[in-house]
């Protein structure tokens, strides 16, 4: 069964950094890339950055590529996002998702999501 779970979610205060993990199971990881997106309710899923399978970053939005890190561990089955100086306008539900290595990297393309993790950026 294929499986993306998203964690590190939580309560931050601004200016602060969270780690999010999003571990697959129930596929090759190696074979596809992985997007990392978030969503606002009552607003579009927005596209943060997507990783390839070697491990390249790409795709990333250009007003958070700075403060967005995306990273993959293949071995783990697991793909990181690193967030840093993180703002009020940060707080959204997380989500990653994987489409097949030879395609595009957007949200209608992406062919397996998770269910998200809740971040919350407040003092």
């Known amino acids: 069964q294929v499986q993306l779970v998203e964690s590190g979610g939580g309560l931050v205060q601004p200016g602060g950094s969270l780690r999010l993990s999003c571990a697959a199971s129930?596929?090759?990881?190696?074979?596809?890339?992985i997007g990392w997106f978030r969503q606002v309710p009552g607003k579009e899923r927005e596209r943060i950055s997507c990783?390839?399978?070697?491990?390249?970053?790409?795709d990333a939005a250009d007003s958070l590529k700075d403060r967005f890190t995306i990273s993959r561990d293949n071995a783990k089955n697991t793909v990181y996002l690193q967030i840093h100086s993180l703002k009020p306008e940060d707080t959204a539900v997380y989500y990653c998702?994987?489409?097949?290595?030879?395609?595009?990297?957007?949200?209608?393309?992406?062919?397996?999501w998770g269910k998200g993790t809740s971040v919350t950026v407040s003092s």
């Open positions: 129930g596929f090759r990881l190696s074979s596809y890339k």
């Open positions: 990783i390839t399978s070697a491990n390249r970053s790409t």
């Open positions: 998702a994987a489409v097949w290595m030879n395609n595009r990297c957007f949200v209608r393309a992406m062919n397996f």
